[in-house]
């Protein structure tokens, strides 16, 4: 999975994560659990406010 991938990457965090917030979670924690999807293979630094606010809202989406 790439920083791209958003909705991909939000199924994967609300199977990894059920008892996690998506709601309350904050970026750096955010950033942190995609990086260790193991599934995930692209540069840290490709991730920006826009990325991680994009699979913040996929993941509330998929929680829902």
Do not use: H
Not at 9 to 21: K, M, R, S, W
Not at 45 to 51: A, I, L
């Amino acid at each position: 999975m790439k920083w791209t991938d958003v909705q991909e990457i939000a199924i994967e965090l609300a199977e990894t994560y059920p008892n996690v917030d998506p709601v309350t979670i904050r970026f750096v924690d955010l950033r942190t659990k995609v990086m260790a999807l193991s599934e995930f293979d692209d540069d840290p630094d490709r991730c920006g406010e826009r990325v991680l606010e994009a699979i913040q809202q996929a993941w509330i989406d998929e929680m829902d």
